[in-house]
């Protein structure tokens, strides 16, 4: 009878439904969390129980349907390891010390009265690029994670607004130093120093407005906020990461082959600060292939390259924090060749004429 049939098929069930629920791997370490179930999944996975166990032939031979997607979705998570979690708190600190100093000792050198680092084209825009890596380093430790969760949505905040609005403005105002050149020389043109200043902080702090309202503090940790009522800040903040960070160097480039290509000129001013742009430009990329995958406009196959997709993220963000501490250095090669090529040469002849003219004296 149906009732025998049922009862030799109820033990083998069991035991097939509860191999669907999630079991600790221990052999990922931290990398893989056990997921948890929803409320809706455990309520449903109870309730089939007990209609398996409780059922009783009343003239229906069709069984409960059970909700296998859900359970297969908690039983394979894919969760990657997070690279820059509470073991690399040194990093970030000991990137905030060095990029303090060597921000700072490049400030000091370009306003120093009688510097001849004054005499580099553009000098004005030089230190603005000094100053927007010190507020990076400065911020640096509000956004590491391991300080404890002492940090406020306030805090976490204004942390993300320095941080990307002091990258913007470093790259626009390498793009101007590079399209302009020799004119952002003291006194070239009247009012363009303090014009581009103006003008390109206040378009980075523009710019910083969304990842500025999409960031909160949880559970400790100054995070971006991904959900879909803030699905349109994301997007603002992927596009103006990858045109900034992606698309104006590409398009110094460009600008710069095609004008030696047709012999319009030597193009935009090419030089050793635009090694600036190889610290973010993986970080515009990367995050705008994270969004499209939130977005689910771009589907990753499997869970292993959503993992490598995950490390790629933290290694473009730990390439970027290091750019603090690379800035500096990039500035004073830059001042020292600029220097070295427009300061007279010392008078060979007329020391050696003097010296002829001494010992004629003498004699």
Not at 310 to 339: G, K, R, S, W, Y
Request: hydrophobic residues 50%; glycine residues 8%.
């Amino acid at each position: 009878s149906l009732a025998l049939i049922l009862e030799a098929q109820a033990p083998t069930a069991v035991p097939a439904l509860l191999s669907a629920s999630p079991e600790p791997n221990g052999a990922m370490g931290n990398c893989l969390h056990q997921a948890e179930l929803s409320p809706s999944t455990e309520n449903s996975s109870q309730l089939n129980l007990e209609d398996l166990w409780n059922f009783s032939y009343n003239g229906n031979d069709s069984f409960p349907e059970l909700d296998y997607d859900a359970s297969l979705e908690a039983a394979a998570p894919c969760h990657s390891c997070n690279l820059l979690d509470d073991s690399s708190l040194p990093f970030f600190i000991l990137t905030s010390v060095l990029g303090i100093l060597a921000s700072t000792t490049v400030i000091f050198m370009l306003f120093r009265p009688l510097s001849r680092w004054q005499l580099c084209p553009g000098w004005p825009v030089l230190a603005q690029l000094a100053v927007g890596s010190a507020l990076f380093s400065i911020v640096v430790p509000i956004l590491a994670p391991g300080l404890g969760n002492t940090r406020s949505s306030a805090l976490c905040s204004l942390g993300y607004c320095v941080w990307y609005g002091s990258a913007f403005a470093q790259a626009l105002l390498l793009g101007c130093h590079a399209s302009l050149g020799p004119k952002l020389s003291a006194g070239q043109v009247p009012g363009l120093t303090l014009g581009l200043t103006v003008g390109l902080w206040g378009v980075a702090a523009l710019l910083t407005l969304p990842i500025t309202l999409a960031s909160d503090a949880s559970d400790g940790l100054c995070t971006p906020i991904y959900s879909t009522e803030l699905k349109a800040l994301q997007a603002t903040h992927a596009v103006s990461c990858f045109a900034i960070f992606v698309l104006l160097p590409l398009g110094l480039f460009g600008a710069k082959g095609l004008k030696k290509a047709l012999g319009m000129g030597p193009g935009p001013w090419m030089n050793i600060l635009w090694v600036w742009f190889i610290f973010w430009w993986p970080h515009g990329v990367v995050l705008g292939l994270d969004f499209l995958v939130r977005s689910k406009l771009l589907l990753l196959p499997t869970c292993l390259a959503q993992q490598v997709l995950d490390l790629l993220l933290n290694l473009a963000e730990a390439l970027a924090i290091v750019h603090c501490v690379a800035t500096p250095p990039l500035l004073a090669l830059f001042c020292h060749q600029a220097t070295r090529t427009l300061l007279p040469s010392p008078p060979l002849p007329e020391r050696g004429s003097s010296h002829v003219d001494t010992l004629g004296s003498k004699s």
